[in-house]
């Protein structure tokens, strides 16, 4: 019997995945993410958001605690779908919290009480794609195109605003055998499993770029990965992340503040 149709209509639930460590914020966003998707339902996601820097006070001292945000967000689920994500356990240190769907997913959200950065359109691009790319890593979506509209429809902008996101997005994946073969070679001592997701998502990112785009500046692609590893990854991620870029640069054989041609 077709249980859907005679229950209450379906919902979206957005789902924060908090925690110090980043790799028990991976472990627990996927885990969320297998077990809602093996109930038959889509699921947008797991989604890397700006880490942040929580103060921990006590009597005597203080301290400062770097915590990593996932985000997945079920499209239509379902009643199975509820009961999965009760019987899923946690590791300690990780916080689950339910939160409402209703604002789109925004690339970098602001800082409280700061003011709102100058819109970068190319930059924007460079988040959603690494964001993407993580979720991807995640979920291996069989179907890429259901994959790309559930995300760029969550966009704060237009899909056409992400034209330069799509063509990074495609390309990674296309060269994504290649891609991996320069990150294995340059990350020197590092076995390429223990590679954090969002690094692994940022260099793949930035080495397609230097690989295939030649009319940007490779300074301005390495640059751009080390300020994505600085606000969503954790404090040794900008010299893991440049040491890879600086050491595959260089054997390019391009002039690193010019684009070719210019």
Same mark, same amino acid.
């Given at each position: 019997?077709?249980?859907?149709?005679?229950?209450?209509?379906?919902?979206?639930?957005?789902?924060?995945?908090?925690?110090?460590?980043?790799?028990?914020?991976?472990?627990?966003?996927?885990?969320?993410?297998?077990?809602?998707?093996?109930?038959?339902?889509?699921?947008?996601?797991?989604?890397?958001?700006?880490?942040?820097?929580?103060?921990?006070?006590?009597?005597?001292?203080?301290?400062?605690?770097?915590?990593?945000?996932?985000?997945?967000?079920?499209?239509?689920?379902?009643?199975?779908?509820?009961?999965?994500?009760?019987?899923?356990?946690?590791?300690?240190?990780?916080?689950?919290?339910?939160?409402?769907?209703?604002?789109?997913?925004?690339?970098?959200?602001?800082?409280?009480?700061?003011?709102?950065?100058?819109?970068?359109?190319?930059?924007?691009?460079?988040?959603?794609?690494?964001?993407?790319?993580?979720?991807?890593?995640?979920?291996?979506?069989?179907?890429?195109?259901?994959?790309?509209?559930?995300?760029?429809?969550?966009?704060?902008?237009?899909?056409?605003?992400?034209?330069?996101?799509?063509?990074?997005?495609?390309?990674?994946?296309?060269?994504?055998?290649?891609?991996?073969?320069?990150?294995?070679?340059?990350?020197?001592?590092?076995? !390429?499993?223990?590679?954090?997701?969002?690094?692994?998502?940022?260099?793949?990112?930035?080495? !397609?770029?230097?690989?295939?785009?030649?009319?940007?500046?490779?300074?301005?692609?390495?640059?751009?990965?080390?300020?994505?590893?600085?606000?969503?990854?954790?404090?040794?991620?900008?010299?893991?992340?440049?040491?890879?870029?600086?050491?595959?640069?260089?054997?390019?054989?391009?002039?690193?503040?010019?684009?070719?041609?210019?």
């Amino acid at each position: 019997m077709d249980t859907d149709s005679h229950s209450p209509a379906r919902t979206r639930i957005r789902i924060r995945i908090k925690g110090p460590d980043f790799r028990l914020a991976d472990q627990a966003a996927a885990d969320v993410a297998h077990s809602v998707t093996a109930t038959g339902v889509r699921a947008l996601g797991p989604l890397p958001l700006p880490s942040t820097v929580e103060a921990l006070r006590s009597s005597s001292s203080y301290d400062e605690l770097r915590c990593h945000h996932r985000l997945l967000e079920i499209i239509e689920s379902k009643p199975q779908t509820i009961d999965a994500l009760r019987r899923i356990n946690l590791p300690a240190g990780i916080e689950i919290a339910v939160v409402a769907p209703e604002d789109p997913v925004a690339a970098v959200e602001p800082v409280p009480g700061e003011a709102p950065a100058k819109r970068n359109r190319r930059r924007d691009s460079r988040v959603a794609a690494m964001q993407f790319l993580y979720s991807w890593e995640v979920q291996r979506h069989g179907d890429i195109v259901t994959g790309l509209y559930d995300f760029f429809g969550e966009q704060s902008q237009p899909r056409e605003y992400y034209a330069f996101a799509e063509e990074l997005i495609q390309g990674v994946i296309r060269d994504l055998a290649l891609i991996d073969e320069v990150i294995v070679r340059f990350a020197q001592n590092w076995a !390429f499993e223990r590679v954090a997701k969002v690094d692994l998502a940022t260099l793949r990112l930035a080495i !397609f770029e230097l690989m295939r785009r030649t009319d940007i500046p490779p300074v301005v692609t390495m640059n751009e990965a080390i300020d994505i590893a600085k606000v969503f990854s954790t404090e040794e991620s900008k010299r893991f992340v440049n040491g890879i870029l600086d050491r595959y640069a260089a054997t390019l054989g391009r002039d690193p503040r010019k684009a070719e041609g210019a």
